[in-house]
Nanobody, 123 residues
Framework: QLQLVESGGGSAQPGGSLRLSCVASGYRFDYYSIAWFRQAPGKEREAVACIRDIGGAIYYEDSVKGRFTTSRDNSKKTAYLQMNKLTPEDTAVYYC????????????????WGQGTQVTVSS
């Protein structure tokens, strides 16, 4: 059974950093893209970034370009989202998603989701 488990969320001060991990099991992780989404209270779930099977990354949200980096280690079946220079606007529940060979910003293109991890940025 395919499963995605996120970790690494928590609290940070503005300007700080956090690294999220997404550990996969139950499928050929290296065949599929891994996308990162986030959902703030009262807002739609939005695509943040995506990394393809061979490692090419796409950043969908302009506000994270230059601050967030996604990567993957196929040998560990793990994807990462390194978040630097955090701002209060980054506060949200972050999700990893998979199930598609390509990267799409549309949440409905992904069948498998992690449970989400809360990121809170405040002083």
């Amino acid at each position: 059974q395919l499963q995605l488990v996120e970790s690494g969320g928590g609290s940070a001060q503005p300007g700080g950093s956090l690294r999220l991990s997404c550990v996969a099991s139950g499928y050929r992780f290296d065949y599929y893209s891994i996308a990162w989404f986030r959902q703030a209270p009262g807002k739609e779930r939005e695509a943040v970034a995506c990394i393809r099977d061979i490692g090419g990354a796409i950043y969908y949200e302009d506000s994270v370009k230059g601050r967030f980096t996604t990567s993957r280690d196929n040998s560990k079946k793990t994807a990462y989202l390194q978040m630097n220079k955090l701002t209060p606007e980054d506060t949200a529940v972050y999700y990893c998603a998979s199930g598609n060979y390509q990267c799409y910003p549309d949440r409905f293109q992904y069948n498998y989701w992690g449970q989400g991890t809360q990121v809170t940025v405040s002083s």
